[in-house]
């Protein structure tokens, strides 16, 4: 895809546009729109994706690369939708006994959060992992996570039609543990008893649920 030429300024460029550019995205796309001062944040209930995720660069020969500008909402939202990342990573699925929403925030609130899986650092607890998005893969279902302060880490699962939301935690959960293995500062992880989120719907209950976990900034 093209790239943007105005990604850093999309806030400012938007808002002259439409005060509520966000919020009109979102209507149109179900993704919140995150912009930070060097990158812009695609959010969905499902996990999180960079907006230049798709777009090719190319410097091979001075900056070659092919641009666009976007200056409205909804040449935003289109640009969005033609993105086959946001695609694969950013929309809800339904996996059998659950959605691919749950499953993510099951991740969050049942392996990545609880107090027994976070590192005592002296008085603080520390998260070593975050998930980005999950993406189906053939007969598997890939989680990109962030293993913090070390490298991001793309771990592959098997999954088949009847398995339940636990089954595929524990295989997550042995997944991380397996790359961490070495790490001495890194316990195992285990998988805690938890209860699903209700998957929010509006704007604003997208963006609680985010801010509540400090799962990415959302910059409004």
């Known amino acids: 895809m093209k790239a943007i030429s105005n990604i850093q300024y999309i806030n400012n460029d938007l808002r002259q546009a439409d005060p509520d550019w966000q919020k009109t995205v979102f209507a149109e796309t179900g993704v919140i729109v995150s912009p930070l001062i060097r990158y ?5 209930t499902c996990g999180f ?6 777009a090719v660069y190319s410097y091979a020969d001075g900056d070659s690369t092919e641009y666009c500008t976007i200056e409205t909402p909804q040449q935003l939202a289109e640009y969005i939708r033609e993105m086959p ?3 694969s990573c950013l929309s809800d699925v339904d996996l059998g006994g659950f959605t691919k929403s749950q499953l993510y925030w099951a991740v969050w609130n049942r392996i990545i959060l609880p107090e027994c899986n976070r590192r005592r650092d002296g008085e603080d ?3 070593d992992w975050s998930l980005r998005y999950i993406r189906s893969e ?3 279902l890939v989680f990109m996570f962030d293993l913090i302060e070390y490298d991001e880490a793309e771990l592959e699962v098997g999954f088949e039609p009847g398995d339940s939301l636990d089954d595929v935690l524990f295989r997550v959960c042995g997944a991380m543990n397996s790359v961490t293995a070495d790490i001495e500062e890194i316990a195992d992880y285990s998988v805690a008893d938890g209860e ?3 998957i929010p719907g509006t ?5 609680k649920l985010y801010d509540r976990r400090d799962v990415v900034f959302v910059g409004i």
């Open 40 to 44: 812009v944040t695609l959010i969905s």
């Open 49 to 54: 994706i960079d907006l230049d995720s798709d």
């Open 85 to 87: 990342s946001c695609s």
């Open 125 to 127: 607890l520390v998260q």
């Open 138 to 140: 053939g007969d598997s």
């Open 196 to 198: 699903a989120d209700a």
């Open 203 to 207: 704007y604003e209950e997208v963006i």
